[in-house]
């Protein structure tokens, strides 16, 4: 059993005192603040530990290599990228308050998310379509560690999924950006140069991202354990149960609680660390 620990606090007095701690026989040095450590068992005083001096942690079986992955999908708003487009969609629209607060709402899981999403796209209303090309250029950032996760599935071969309830005005460009295989998202409705506040077809839900994470793993002839799904809200849950690891990437309680594992304080290149 391999532990793996990592983040900006840890540091030469936490690796060994969190070595003597999991009762570790050896650890080594995987990347800048990133350990592996071998065990002989799970420690469960390793998770408070950990918690209360904000490193990540995460146990990983022996043998487990990211070059024998097929697939990694990851949600966009809030996890790929560090913004929620529709947040500053509604910023501009003037509404950004009403927007964020059923945002948080949705991502803990207390309101149901199409509703919530139809509610929040009817603020927008009005809005004048340049405003997507604002979000995209002057705050649209890549979350850090992004590129080198992407790099590492690009060099062992491993397929790119993005998924999104947000729109495909922002995951097309990321497609083409950066590279990604596949991905689902909703289309806003737009007549004469402004949002109409509806979208167009089915909501791209919880239900809508785990089918297509489903998909394309039978389309890429894997298995289970051969994939990874990696999120923050509760909408992201029924995708992250698909898979053969799942990432709660600065999450909300309700994700961490059921991921495989939680990235709290690491980049998204963190999750290249926890393989082999």
């Known amino acids: 059993m391999n532990l793996v620990a990592q983040g900006p ?12 701690l999991a009762g570790c026989s050896s650890f080594a040095e995987i990347a800048s603040h990133a350990f592996r ?4 068992h799970v420690k469960p005083d390793v998770a408070a530990w950990c918690d209360e ?3 990540d942690h995460a146990w990983m079986a022996e043998g487990r290599r990211f070059a024998d992955l097929r697939l990694v999908g990851m949600d966009m708003d809030s996890t790929l990228i560090t913004i929620e487009c529709i947040d500053e969609l509604g910023d501009l629209a003037g509404k950004k308050p009403e927007i964020a607060r059923i945002t948080e709402e949705a991502m803990r899981g207390e309101i149901d998310y199409p509703a919530s999403l139809r509610k929040r796209v009817a603020l927008l209303a009005g809005l004048e379509e340049t405003a997507l090309s604002r979000v995209y250029e002057e705050r649209l950032r890549l979350t ?6 992407i790099d590492a599935c690009k060099a062992s071969g491993v397929k790119l999924l993005l998924v999104s309830g947000g729109f495909t005005f922002f995951t097309e460009r990321i497609k083409a950006r950066l590279g990604f295989d ?5 289309t806003l409705e737009i007549r004469d140069g402004r949002l109409t506040g509806k979208v167009l077809g089915d909501i791209v839900d919880a239900g809508a991202k785990a089918r297509k994470f489903a998909a394309v793993t ?3 002839g894997a298995e289970k354990p051969q994939t990874v799904a990696i999120g923050d809200g509760a909408n992201d849950l029924k995708m992250m149960a698909e898979a053969g690891l799942s990432v709660a990437f600065h999450a909300k309680p309700v994700v961490r609680a059921q991921a495989s594992c939680a990235l709290n304080w690491s980049g998204l290149d963190a999750v290249v660390n926890l393989f082999e």
């Open 9 to 20: 606090q840890l540091g030469p007095d936490e690796v060994f005192e969190l070595a003597r």
């Open 37 to 40: 450590f071998s065990c002989t």
């Open 53 to 55: 001096r904000r490193i």
């Open 144 to 149: 850090s560690g992004a590129e080198r996760l």
């Open 182 to 186: 596949y991905t689902i998202s909703n």
């Open 218 to 220: 039978k389309e890429l």
